[in-house]
């Protein structure tokens, strides 16, 4: 019998190693088995489904909003909506990683309660990439957007340290701002400054015309809605009524911008637990859910 044994020599897959794979987000390198990117933590997936012979144009959406704006509920909704519909607007998720938060949020939503606060820690945060097709042109056309953290998007407002969120809105081709209705109804004026220190914020990205926010579409979006009938109506006019600073900057500075009214719950039950306010959804009410996403497929053609 032979002593000899054959050994495999693989020191070729260290050859893989010295090219880096670019981060369709950030641009930064990464090794081409990282999950996410070492540098902004979005999915490395990315980059492979954008380049693929499937990929379709895809544009980054930037999800603007503070703390408990209703960001997590409503991009669960929506995904959730757009996978299921059949008339206007279907989606397909495209990597397992883009199912995940239409399951966490339509699984806590059927349990009566809402989703928990986002991580401000952005390698947790939920990345969504949809094919969308739209029946009536039969169009095809790919959006990723991520889930972010309103703390973490309000310290960023607030400082504008970040490179990378920088790097990231600069590529994003439009915005959903979102404005919670209850603290607006409440006669809270965070949402109005939130909204204002964005636009602001997004206006001293200069670059060519076509980098300029004031020529990207903007959605601004109240949520929770079910709390007060004439938003959900006739957002436009309730947005001069109740964030009048906004709406002027809106008007004056861009484009491109359209109001609207979403609801995820149909009722709620408001409660306190050990002091603190909680609220809980009594019933599932989707309202208005696609048309943000409609509006601004179209003026992305
Ligand atoms: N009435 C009503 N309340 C809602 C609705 N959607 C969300 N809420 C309330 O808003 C809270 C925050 O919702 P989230 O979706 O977690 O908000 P968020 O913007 O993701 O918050 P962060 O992750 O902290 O940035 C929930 O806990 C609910 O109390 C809705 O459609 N109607
Ligand atoms: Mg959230």
Redesign the pocket.
Known sequence: MSRLVSAQLDSYELAHYAVEVPCFVCDGGNRHDAERCRHCYAPLALRYQVTDKLAKSSDMIAIL?????????????LCDTLSRQSESCQAISRGAFSVMLQQR?IATLTSQ???????EEAENWHWNHLSITEPSSRRQRELIFP???????ERELDHQASPITRAYLKKCSGAII?L???RIEQGDPVPDFFAMKALSYLGEFGGKRREAWANKPIAFVF?????SQACFEAPRSYAETHVPGLYRRAVATLKRSEFFG???????L?LEVDGA?????LRIE?RGICEPVTWLLKQLR
């Open positions: 909003g503070p703390r408990d704006a209703g960001k997590t509920s409503y991009l669960g909704m949020v309660q809402f989703p928990p606060h986002t991580s889930d972010m953290s309103g703390a973490a998007m979102l919670d209705t209850q949520t929770k809605s079910d709390q979403v609801s995820v719950a149909g009722a709620t408001n306010p909680m609220s809980l959804p989707p």
